[in-house]
């Protein structure tokens, strides 16, 4: 489980071994308490806080504590200091980079998400009787991108890299405005909007990125990888490219959780407030999202590769491929 604290005041501390929340609610104190050994991540917003004694239980019970913005992106984390794995791992990662892998890596993340895109697009045909010409349609869209991305050729990514960003955000732009179209009106939205979000939509769909980014850099760094040392995305400082390339194919993930929240009419609009320039989700939708987030990830298992896994565990095993093909490694179906 993850332990998400993004009630104000909230604190975070240890009694008796035990992780214990302590947090006002209408004017009472509430006190939680978590065993170690339950917990995956510790998620934190603005305005709430920890004793040392709670990151020492959670460096001692491998538990990474993640600080979020309000819109939900990971500003950084606490963890201990060992690495994934072997440094070989790395060396062959930054060797990649800089030869013909980087377009193949590339070309593998981008063909698999515009899939992923295009099946969820078809995947809505079925309660949508009067819509299913046009989800054709854009789904056919989005599949000429993704064969022009994965038939781009090159010796570097670098060659080809403006082409097929330009790709990508064209098959962006028919996908999420089908994802519109197809909502009840008064959900519609025109396009992404980042910080702040616009619309509710987008304010629900970049805190979702914001948990998907925690998760897939985590993934990243057990595997033994370097969150670092992308190939598509840029090398500037302090940039983690990597986990903007890897996490591609996911995105899907996430969004296909706040289409279903939306979809299923469950957002109401005392989840999220206007401010200037935008909206915000509040307590109520993050509690909202957060369940259903992770219902999604830690709870529901699909077939892949031969057995039923829970999707962040299919992100960890593709992360763990991904260390033992640049290593020279062969995974098993299993792994």
Do not use: C
Not at 48 to 60: E, N, P, Q, Y
Not at 246 to 254: D, G, Q
Request: proline share 2%; charged share 25%.
């Amino acid at each position: 489980m993850q332990l998400h604290l993004n009630t104000y005041g909230a604190y975070l501390h240890v009694k008796d071994q035990l992780f214990e929340v302590k947090m006002t609610v209408d004017g009472k104190t509430e006190k939680h308490h978590v065993a170690a050994h339950k917990v995956k991540s510790i998620w934190m917003v603005k305005s709430t806080a920890l004793s040392t004694d709670a990151v020492h239980l959670a460096i001692k019970n491998n538990i990474d504590i993640v600080f979020l913005e309000y819109d939900g992106f990971p500003i950084g984390r606490v963890w201990h200091t060992k690495l994934g794995s072997t440094t070989l791992i790395r060396k062959k990662q930054l060797e990649a980079s800089l030869d013909q892998r980087s377009l193949t890596y590339t070309q593998d993340w981008l063909g698999r998400k515009l899939l992923n895109q295009a099946n969820l697009l078809r995947s809505l045909k079925k309660h949508r009787p009067q819509h299913q010409s046009y989800i054709d349609q854009q789904a056919e869209r989005v599949d000429f991108f993704k064969q022009k991305i994965e038939t781009a050729e090159g010796n570097h990514i670098k060659e080809v890299a403006d082409q097929i960003r330009a790709w990508e955000g064209n098959a962006g732009k028919v996908y999420l405005e089908t994802l519109s179209n197809v909502l009840p009106r008064h959900y519609q939205f025109k396009g992404r909007s980042f910080r702040p979000a616009v619309d509710p939509f987008n304010a629900f769909l970049n805190y979702a990125y914001g948990m998907l980014y925690s998760k897939v850099e985590k993934t990243l760094i057990l595997a033994g990888l370097d969150p670092f040392v992308g190939f598509l995305h840029r090398d500037d400082y302090n940039y983690k490219s990597l986990v903007y390339d890897f996490i591609e194919p996911y995105r899907v993930f996430a969004e296909k959780v706040v289409f279903s929240l939306f979809s299923g009419k469950k957002v109401r609009q005392d989840h999220y407030d206007e401010i200037t320039g935008g909206v915000k989700m509040n307590k109520a939708g993050k509690v909202l999202l957060v369940e259903a987030f992770n219902h999604y990830f830690e709870e529901e298992r699909v077939r892949y590769l031969g057995k039923n896994r829970l999707r962040i565990n299919i992100i960890q095993t593709d992360a763990h491929r991904l260390a033992n093909e640049l290593i020279g490694k062969n995974s098993s179906p299993d792994d």
